[in-house]
Structures are given as C-alpha cells and as structure tokens.
C-alpha cells in the first residue's frame, strides 16, 4: 500500500486522514485459501497420494539389492522387495477406485446441482414474462430506480396498482414489516412502497389514481423538502407525467412510467446523470454557462453530481444526531480564490457548513469534506448499531467529532475591478457592488484605478495616458495608483472586525486593509497605493486587458451567537435568481466594464479626429500660399507624418516632459509655417498654378485619406 502525504499545511486535515487509514489497512492480515468444494479437494487429495505413490515405487525398483542391510540373505532381501511392490500397487489401485468414485459423485452432484439452476431460471424467466404480459394488458403505471451504474437502472420496478399507494418507511411504527405486508389480502394488490435509508418519513407520499387515469403524487407536509419532482422540491400535489423524474429522500430517484400515456407522447429517456444536472440546476448549481472551457464545464459537472448524493446525506446525517450542521455547495470561481495571476483559473467547489445555533459558518476544501465524510458515515453506522441507550448518549470529545471545526476567519464578500481600461491608459473609478457568495448584493465600495507618473502624481489631462493599441505599452514602465475611499455593508457590526485583502499580478503577500467600524453607515478608508510595472511585458499587458483586482472582505467570527453573519435583507439583489457562487453576476460586471470602456475609447478617438481634421485644414489654408520649393514640400511631408503616424502619442508614464512631444512638434511645424507664410503674401497666381502642378507631379510616397 502506498499512502500519498503532502507537507503544504493546507492539506493537513488530508494528511492526517491518509495516515489514519493507513495505520489501519496496516493491521488487516491476509490469509489466502483456495474455495473449492469438498468433493473437489478430496479428488485432489487423492490424486496427490497416487503421485506420492508412484514415486515411492520407482524408488524401491531402482534400489539394488545390495543397499540393502547385509544380515539379509539374497531370497529374503528380493521377498522384502516384492512385498513393498505390492502394498504400493494395492494402495494405489485402491486410490484409482476411490477417485473414480469421487468422480463419478461429483458428476453427478454437478449435473443436479445444473439442472436444479435452471429449473430456477426457468421459473424466474417465466415469472418475468407473465408480469410483463400482465403490465402491458393492465398498462399499470409504475416507478422505476436510477442507478449510477446503467446496469442497475430499472432494476427495481414498484407498480401502482392500487387507488391509492404509500410510500414510507420500512418497519416504522404502524407499516408493513416486509415486502410481502405491502400487498392487501383482500385485492391481492400492492399499496404500499416501503423504503430504508436517510430523510425517508414513517408516511412519506402517496400515490393517487385519479378517474382521468393520471396519478398524482401527494406528499405529508412534513416530508416536503426531502421530495423532488423534476429537480424542484414540492410545494403541493402534483400530477406526473411519464418521465418525470422523482428523489425520495436523499437517494431514492425513480422514474415515473405510465403505460397509457406513453402510447400518445414518445417518453424520453432518463439516466442517472442527466437526473442529478436537473437536480444541480434546481439547487442553483448551473451557473457556469458558457464562460467556461468545454472540459473545465464537463468536469465541474461530474465533481457537482458527485458531491450532492454526499452532501445530502451528511445533511440527512447531522439532522438524525441532533448536530445542528447545515451543509451546502459552494462554486467559487478563480475570481475570488486568493490565488496568484495565471493559477487557478478553473471554478472551484467548496462545502460550506453553517451551525444552525450560533451562525457559525466554515468553508471546507472538497477533499476535506470526503474525508470528513467518511469519519461521519462511521459515526453514524456506529448510532445505528448501539443497543443500548446508555451507550448512544455517550460524549465524544471535540477532537473526535468530525462536525466540529474551530473558528476561523470568514469570507463573506468580494469585489472584482477590472483592469481593462489601464491598458489603454484611462482612469476608472466607480462605486462598485459588494456581493457574498451567494450572490446577493451587501454594500457598495468606492474604487479608482488611474495611470500616473513614477512619482505618483496623476496628470491634469484625461487622455494624456491614452494609448489606442495596448501592445504599444511593451518595453516602456508603467505606473498606476490604486485607491479605495468609502466603504458601506448593511448589517456590519464592530465584533466582526472586517478587514480588506488584494493583491496585484502574481505578489506573493496580500495587502490587508483594516477597517474601522463606526457608527455610521458610510465607512471612511481613504486607502492609497503606488503599483509599479518597471518594464512592461507580454504577460502584463494580458494581465491588464484581461485581469483584475478583486478585494476581499474578511470577517474575524467570535464565539457571539448575535453578530456572526452580515445581513443581505436590506439591500436589493441584482440578480436574485443567482445563488451559489454568482460566477454570473461576475461576468454580468465585466461586460459592463468592457462596454464602459469601449464608449470611452470611442469618445476619445472622436476626439482626436475632430483635433486631427482641424489642424489639417489649418495646415492647407497655409500652405496654399508656400511658395513652391524642396524644402516647402520637405516640411509639407513631415507636418503630415507628424499628424497621422499613430505612434507618437504611444510614450510611457514615467516622465512629464515625454508626454508634449508630439503637441511640441506640431507646434514647432505649425511656427515655421506662420513664418514663412509672412514672407510669401505677395506671390503672383502663376506660381499658385506651378505650386499646384508640382504637387501633383511628385511621387504619392505617403498616401493621405482626408476622410480618417
């Protein structure tokens, strides 16, 4: 056996498990022993004594009659011999007779034993088929079991033959001990469907035959939440359509089927799986849609119809030993996991369990739930199986107990901000929602990103930053400040002592932000800080078109039973359809992050058109009057290249003198060209007219689109 152990403390829960079982399965010892009948080992037994046989009698043969002891006359010693050879050979004619009389029983016993099999098979078979002929002449509706293995579904069929059927538990009080209790004397008709297992009520449902031929199932009010229908758990009686799929308790899912109804409508076919994604998309678990890669999707998929049988039977578990534990799935995307740039880029699933007493509330790794898992399986076969209640009541102490779990420090909200406008070297600042893992919204907080100088000095310009093509940044260093200045959550009271983490790009540490509670609803942070990039590379513009900064709010949980959670009541959900996770409310935010930014890149280049075409046609008011020379049209091309090469407003942040280059050459062209205009205001019209063929006789080296 090889026990995988990890060294990281995170998997220390993980660890100490392995080595726990491992200090098990080391205690286990193996005695092989081969099962065979005792006919076959008898013949086997025989035919080692034949061959032990055989070779004592070769041996005598080939001994000489001198090896033997010398007082032994010739005679005596050839008679000795002779009589050896013959007890051999009566033994082992005695064997032969033996095994072929084992033989021959065995045979025998072989050939009863096949023919008894299928005289049972036989039975069997033609029990299946007069029920089946007998389903399809009463075309009785009935329900059908899903299994995780195909070869299981269908398996066990409960026909709704009566008016009315119950489902509920086996051997409780008052309910039918055995399956052959379920069926009514008098009718000969079964009426009851008896089941085992966690969340199965003593009078679970019923099952209803209405004068139309449909059936309707009825649940007890108190067995509401632990029966789905379709995915959606009951509120009231509902008549089933042939389908439609059914979960009694926490693993017991059917399939309904109703013979009549199938002849009009083509009933589809359901599998285990396809069960446990409506299951999935009736709990809120679908929220990944097609953000995701193809395979990340279809593994999230697996892992979630996994973990939910799990975790409704740990439910079922903790509500049967009075733990007072509530447990549910969380889908956290890479968004919000605390992991560096570039890692951790798939959705994550987290169990998050909540004391129903105090409001406590933890978040476990998947694989710390399983192992969890087992340690509460035991625990509970060992409840099952105490006689005695004296025993049952006896305590276990916190370090046993796999429901227990120190406090720790609670994520109860996030807040992603986009980097997508410094890429192209605008401000953002907005007022962005805080919203916790279930995806309703708690607060607001007061954000701005903004390009500056290495100093940390921001510019007076708006656009003085802008660059129209993101990879124009590579090479160049790049400054920008990150600052938070308010901060509301309703419901946050001074015991929880909230603090705020980030980190940028891949920073190893986190920056923590402490948060002064008062009493005003309105949090002043006033938080400020210098992001430096000293060269920009590929992997830093990626990260700035495509990435973003998410802030973390953490909560420090005390042992108060009054100011555990934050309170969401109060403030409007967005999205209230959206629980678990809210990876569509994130990608809700950054379209309308992409958008905001795209209206203002639009803005912008308006902007520079409208600038652009305005000292186009100051530049050839001017040089209408140029008298015509090499060096005019030298000035002409140059003034051109100053105005449309889209390179020259692409320079870095790091300096203040960098960023009027190109408003200095402009200027410096447009002086040049006042000054000669100055002393060619008295040139004829023939040389206008020479001017304009000179023109139009030089080579088009730089073409000119006066509509861009």
Not at 25 to 46: C, F, G, M
Not at 134 to 147: A, F, V
Not at 364 to 392: C, P, V
Not at 597 to 609: G, P
């Amino acid at each position: 056996m090889i026990a995988a152990i990890s060294p990281a403390d995170i998997n220390y829960e993980e660890t100490l498990s392995t080595l726990r079982y491992a200090d098990r399965a080391k205690q286990i010892k193996t005695k092989a022993v081969i099962n065979d009948k005792s006919q076959d080992r008898v013949i086997r037994e025989l035919m080692e004594e034949n061959e032990r046989l055989k070779k004592q009698l070769m041996e005598i043969l080939k001994v000489p009659p001198t090896t033997l002891k010398s007082e032994l006359s010739p005679e005596e010693r050839a008679s000795m011999q002779e009589e050896m050879r013959r007890e051999i050979q009566a033994q082992l004619q005695a064997n032969s007779e033996r095994l072929e009389t084992q033989n021959q029983k065995a045979f025998l016993e072989k050939l009863a034993e096949a023919r008894r099999e299928a005289a049972i098979l036989k039975e069997v078979l033609g029990n299946a088929k007069s029920e089946k002929d007998s389903r399809s002449c009463i075309d009785c509706p009935y329900i059908s079991n899903l299994n995780e293995d195909p070869q299981l579904s269908g398996v066990i069929n409960h026909l709704i033959e009566a008016d009315e059927v119950t489902v509920g538990r086996q051997g409780a009080p008052g309910n039918p001990e055995t399956e052959e209790d379920a069926i009514d004397k008098l009718s000969g008709k079964r009426t009851w469907v008896l089941l085992k297992g966690l969340n199965i009520h003593d009078i679970h449902a019923k099952f209803r035959r209405l004068s139309s031929g449909q059936i309707e199932l009825a649940v007890v009010e108190g067995s509401l939440k632990n029966t789905k229908v379709n995915g959606t758990a009951l509120t009231s009686s509902k008549i089933l359509e042939p389908a439609d799929r059914i979960l009694f308790g926490s693993y017991h899912l059917y399939v309904f089927h109703n013979p009549k109804q199938t002849a009009l409508v083509n009933e589809k076919k359901v599998d285990w799986e396809s069960a446990q994604q409506e299951l999935a998309r009736g709990e809120g678990m679908d929220q990944f849609g097609q953000a995701m890669m193809e395979k990340d999707r279809f593994i999230l998929q697996q892992q979630l119809i996994e973990m939910m049988p799990m975790v409704r039977e740990v439910n079922a578990i903790a509500s049967r030993l009075n733990k007072h534990r509530t447990f549910e799935i969380l889908l956290l995307p890479p968004l919000i996991q605390q992991a560096l740039y570039g890692q951790g880029k798939t959705t994550k699933i987290m169990i998050r369990m909540t004391c129903n007493v105090s409001g406590h509330v933890w978040i476990w790794e998947r694989g710390k739930f399983m192992n969890r898992r087992f340690l509460i399986q035991e625990m509970f076969q060992e409840f099952e199986n105490e006689d005695h209640a004296s025993t049952r009541k006896k305590s276990i102490t916190q370090e046993d107990d796999p429901f227990w779990e120190p406090l720790e420090s609670l994520l109860v909200g996030f807040v992603p901000v986009f980097l997508q406008s410094l890429a192209y070297g605008l401000d953002f600042s907005d007022r962005l929602q805080i919203t916790d893992l279930d995806g309703a919204a708690i607060g607001w907080l007061d954000t701005a990103l903004k390009p500056c100088f290495q100093s940390g000095s921001l510019s007076a310009g708006d656009d003085d930053f802008f660059v129209d093509d993101p990879k124009d940044l590579l090479g160049k260093p790049y400054y920008f400040k990150v600052e938070l200045k308010e901060l509301s959550v309703t419901g946050l009271k001074s015991p929880l002592r909230p603090t705020l983490h980030y980190r940028v790009f891949k920073e190893r540490s986190e920056t923590i932000i402490p948060i002064q509670i008062t009493d005003q609803e309105v949090v002043s942070i006033n938080h400020s800080r210098l992001v430096t990039f000293k060269r920009m590379e590929a992997e830093h513009v990626e990260y700035l078109e495509e990435g973003c900064i998410t802030f973390l709010m953490f909560v420090e949980q005390s042992g108060s039973t009054s100011a555990t959670a934050v309170e969401t009541s109060s403030v409007e959900v967005e999205h209230p359809n959206l629980r678990r996770g809210s990876i569509a409310v994130l990608q809700g935010v950054d379209e309308q992050v992409k958008q905001n930014i795209l209206q203002k890149l639009q803005q912008i280049r308006e902007k520079q058109q409208r600038a652009r075409f305005q000292e186009l046609k100051e530049m050839l008011l001017h040089w209408r009057n140029l008298q015509p020379s090499a060096e005019a049209f030298e000035e002409v091309i140059n003034g051109l290249n100053a105005l449309f090469d889209p390179k020259l407003p692409c320079t870095s942040n790091c300096d203040k003198s960098s960023l009027g280059a190109h408003a200095e050459v402009k200027t410096s062209i447009l002086q040049k060209n006042e000054e000669n205009a100055a002393t060619e205001e008295n040139a004829s019209k023939k040389k206008k007219k020479q001017w304009s063929l000179n023109i139009s006789k030089v080579p088009n080296t730089t073409p000119l689109n006066l509509r861009d």
